[in-house]
């Protein structure tokens, strides 16, 4: 029941901050009105009649209250009616879906592969707690998560991508403008050459989260008396740490699943801006700056859904493969 008063409470926010903020669609209009082509300001104190500007509220949606707009827009969203993107003209929630696939594929990208690579890292880490690996593992990750992403991802491409150096991987798109007539193992390789560069941009610095939280995990179980009782047991070492303590360790670390929704919008401003992507990231900069309200609001609707989706699914999963925990 707390999702609906904290939707209520992040769209209403947003949708104050936005409307209260200068340089709206009005004002970009009025600006392109009382500028011709030459730059030069037209006639009268504010260059457009009360007429024109009563025209332009009604256009925009801007002629009611901006409680009342508020009430409008909530009822739209049933429909996911998000009303006409300001600079594109077409429905802002067609605008937002044609950006999915950039954003969609990077999210699922990166949801794999840190699990697949930070899973393992971990446990091992554990197991050689205090090694010469571990602490060799440990500075890497905490370099690799200190490293901004515009930084690292302007040092890839001056490094790889045709900067200065090595002009191995294609910055700028997703794709060969030849990919629609590649074989199918040529369009697998060619996805994988375009994604390598702004892939390792964006997740290189979740690596350290989830790898220390599954070997810290890890370390907490392993001191765990039902894991010595296996090991009096006779048990081999390999299966007291794979199948008994493992599955345990887990639970925090499976608990971060309900994060797939948020694949969908896992656009990155930095990453997008910096490689050239068109995705959800670099759209919602761009619709700051343009103030397409429109635009803004319906990424931030979608945003705060999967999120608190996200966190339901996290609940679930911890209640379920964890009978000691109880919510109520």
């Known amino acids: 029941m707390l999702l609906v008063p904290t939707f209520l409470g992040i769209t209403l926010i947003s949708f104050l901050v936005i409307n209260a903020a200068p340089g709206g669609p009005i004002e970009q209009k009025i600006q392109q009105l009382r500028f011709g082509k030459q730059g030069r300001a037209a006639s009268g104190p504010t260059g457009v009649s009360e007429e024109v500007l009563e025209a332009l509220k009604k256009q925009y949606g801007f002629d009611k209250p901006v409680y009342e707009r508020y009430w409008i827009w909530l009822k739209n969203i049933v429909h996911l009616d998000f009303g006409d993107s300001f600079k594109y003209g077409e429905p802002a929630i067609d605008v937002i879906v044609s950006k999915f696939p950039v954003s969609l594929q990077f999210g699922i990208a990166s949801l794999i592969l840190s699990y697949l690579i930070c899973i393992p890292l971990g446990v091992a880490k554990a197991i050689r707690a205090g090694s010469n690996f571990d602490m060799i593992t440990g500075l890497l990750l905490y370099v690799a998560y200190a490293i901004p992403p515009l930084v690292l991802g302007i040092f890839l491409i001056t490094l790889f991508g045709g900067g200065s150096y090595f002009n191995w991987f294609?910055?700028?798109?997703?794709?060969?403008?030849?990919?629609?007539?590649?074989?199918?193992?040529?369009?697998?390789?060619d996805r994988i050459h375009h994604f390598i560069l702004p892939l390792l941009t964006y997740m290189i610095g979740g690596f350290?989260?989830?790898?220390?939280?599954?070997r810290n995990s890890m370390l907490d179980v392993v001191k765990q008396d039902y894991v010595r009782t296996a090991r009096a047991k006779g048990l081999s070492e390999r299966v007291v740490l794979y199948k008994h303590a493992l599955r345990n360790a887990l639970i925090?670390?499976?608990?971060?699943?309900?994060?797939?929704?948020?694949?969908?919008?896992?656009?990155?401003?930095?990453?997008?801006?910096?490689f050239n992507l068109d995705g959800i990231g670099l759209l919602s900069y761009t619709s700051a700056l343009d103030r397409d309200y429109n635009v803004i609001m319906g990424i931030i609707f979608l945003s705060a859904v999967t999120l608190m989706l996200g966190r339901l699914v996290s609940d679930i999963i911890y209640v379920s493969i964890d009978p000691r925990i109880d919510f109520e």
């Open 252 to 274: 925090p670390v499976t608990t971060g699943l309900g994060g797939f929704f948020r694949v969908f919008l896992a656009g990155s401003i930095v990453v997008e801006a910096v």
């Open 170 to 189: 294609p910055i700028g798109m997703i794709k060969s403008d030849n990919y629609d007539t590649l074989a199918l193992g040529a369009k697998i390789w």
């Open 208 to 214: 350290t989260e989830l790898t220390m939280l599954t």
